[in-house]
């Protein structure tokens, strides 16, 4: 079992920044983590993903550019750097985990956090 938490969510002004974080525990076995977002009334959105040792990273289409993802494998934690944020980035932003190789399908993915709250004024 891995467990999920992230944090770092908040309200940003447009072109502003903010750098979310996902704590991972419970389980020590090799897995590559991802980030997704969901926005209301619309379907959960690929963000993001990186493998054990970060060498294979894939990212959206809407964020390339302008988000980084991270991890700290010593501390477990995987962050979201996210920069020029524009209102249509409001949305949860969901951390997830699997064991194997990185994957943009979010079905592909056996853990989940809670999410984080993402809302970026006009």
């Known amino acids: 079992q891995v467990q999920l938490i992230e944090s770092g969510g908040g309200v940003v002004k447009a072109g502003g920044s903010l750098t979310l974080s996902c704590a991972a525990s419970?389980?020590?076995?090799?897995?590559?983590m991802a980030w997704f977002r969901q926005a209301p009334g619309k379907e959960r959105e690929f963000v993001a993903a990186?493998?054990?040792?970060?060498?294979?990273?894939h990212y959206g289409d809407s964020v390339k550019g302008r988000f980084t993802i991270s991890r700290e494998n010593a501390k477990n934690i995987v962050g979201l750097q996210m920069r020029s944020l524009k209102p249509e980035d409001t949305a949860v932003y969901y951390c997830?985990?699997?064991?194997?190789?990185?994957?943009?399908?979010?079905?592909?993915?056996?853990?989940w956090g809670q999410g984080t709250q993402v809302t970026v004024s006009s």
């Open positions: 990186i493998s054990w040792a970060g060498g294979n990273i």
């Open positions: 997830a985990a699997r064991f194997g190789q990185v994957q943009v399908i979010g079905g592909k993915y056996t853990y």
């Open positions: 419970g389980d020590d076995d090799i897995y590559a």
